[in-house]
């Protein structure tokens, strides 16, 4: 069973940073997209930042998208021999709160939930004074 766990969720006050990373057994990581979404009550799922993989064969693409709401603010990384992703999360707001959640899949757009194989249980982050 492929599983991907999340870690680093937690509380932070607005303005603070977080840094959340996904981890992957059974498969490596650079073979797949890894998307981090995020849930609110309420709401669907919402692609905030997502890294190629490194076989992908769309050239000219870029290797990493963000969200509007979070670009610049956001940067997402690979740690290749650890088969992780990172997730930094810099000057944080109060809506950003939520679930996030990493996926992983051959996809052709970043920010589609449907496109994704493989899903995590989610960590929950929270900015709040």
């Known amino acids: 069973q492929v599983q991907l766990v999340e870690s680093g969720g937690g509380l932070v006050q607005p303005g603070g940073s977080l840094s959340l990373s996904c981890a992957a057994s059974e498969f490596a990581l650079t073979s797949y997209t890894i998307t981090w979404f995020r849930q609110v009550p309420g709401k669907e799922r919402e692609g905030v930042a997502s890294?190629?993989?490194?076989?992908?064969?769309?050239?000219?693409?870029?290797?990493?998208e963000y969200s509007g709401a979070v670009k610049r603010r956001f940067v997402i990384s690979r740690d290749i021999p650890r088969n992780l992703v990172y997730r930094q999360m810099d000057r944080l707001k109060a809506e950003d709160t939520g679930v996030y959640t990493c996926?992983?899949?051959?996809?052709?757009?970043?920010?589609?939930?449907?496109?994704?194989?493989?899903w995590g249980q989610g960590t929950q982050v929270t900015v709040s004074s």
């Open positions: 996926a992983a899949g051959h996809v052709r757009t970043w920010w589609a939930r449907q496109e994704y194989d493989h």
């Open positions: 890294i190629r993989s490194l076989s992908s064969p769309d050239g000219p693409a870029p290797e990493s």
